[in-house]
């Protein structure tokens, strides 16, 4: 079964302090990974796409990594500000199988709190 | 551009009256998604369309549920009778058909059955 697992659930850290998210997956066979970032009251926003062939990826004071060896993604977030408080998604893409296949997988986000 | 709206924001309602949610997507976008978000399951995937034709609507929880598409730039979900398990945040998406793209999102209607 095609699964996302995310964790923690919620994380509380000040702020100017760094921490990391992570994503796990069964979903196969993989296309991408994308992280997205949810502010309350609205829409999720994507922040980076992780594919097969990259290991790491930097976005502004946040960086991805990958091992699709062990299906594993996390999110790291550096020097934090109080505007990163949120919940992260992490969406996994099941490599197509045929025309009009479409099958994302969205595990259930981390909500992080960033406090002064 | 404006990205997706979605309205309304908000919708209060009494169990067995019907809701209408609506959306616009962002203007070249030929995929549009109805999702459903709660903190129990998360965002789940209510249905979505093609080129304005319903291609996947597995997700889409029982009868009660019907969403339409009838040109490009317009799509609603309606609830018809909408009951209290049916409160959630409804969002609707939309993208590109080139691969690897991302959804763009809109604000969401947040659903509350009384």
């Known amino acids: 079964k095609n699964q996302v697992e995310q964790s923690p659930q919620s994380l509380i850290i000040l702020e100017g302090k760094n921490c990391t998210l992570q994503?796990?997956?069964?979903?196969?066979?993989?296309?991408?990974l994308r992280w997205y970032k949810q502010d309350t009251g609205r829409g999720p926003v994507s922040l980076t796409i992780?594919?097969?062939?990259?290991n790491t990826k930097s976005n502004g004071r946040y960086t991805a990594t990958l091992d699709a060896d062990t299906k594993q993604s996390s999110l790291h977030i550096t020097a934090s500000q109080l505007s990163d408080s949120a919940s992260y998604i992490c969406?996994?893409?099941?490599?197509?199988?045929?025309?009009?296949?479409?099958?994302?997988?969205f595990g259930k986000g981390t909500k992080l709190s960033v406090i002064p | 551009d404006a990205g997706v709206i979605q309205s309304p924001r908000h919708e209060v309602t009494e169990m067995g009256q019907e809701v209408t949610l609506r959306c616009k997507p962002i203007?070249?976008?030929?995929?549009l998604f109805w999702y459903r978000q709660t903190m129990m399951r998360g965002l789940e995937l209510l249905i979505y369309?093609?080129?304005?034709?319903?291609?996947?609507d597995s997700g889409m929880p029982e009868d009660r549920f019907s969403a339409k598409m009838p040109n490009a730039s317009f799509s609603t979900l309606k609830i018809q009778p909408s009951e209290p398990r049916d409160s959630a945040v409804y969002f609707c998406?939309?993208?590109?058909?080139?691969?690897?793209?991302?959804?763009?999102f809109g604000s969401g209607t947040q659903l509350s059955v009384l």
């Open positions: 992780m594919t097969f062939s990259e």
């Open positions: 969406v996994v893409t099941r490599a197509y199988s045929g025309a009009g296949s479409y099958q994302l997988t």
């Open positions: 203007s070249g976008h030929d995929y």
């Open positions: 369309f093609n080129n304005n034709v319903p291609i996947d």
């Open positions: 994503c796990n997956y069964t979903v196969s066979p993989f296309s991408n």
């Open positions: 998406a939309s993208r590109t058909g080139l691969r690897n793209e991302k959804l763009f």
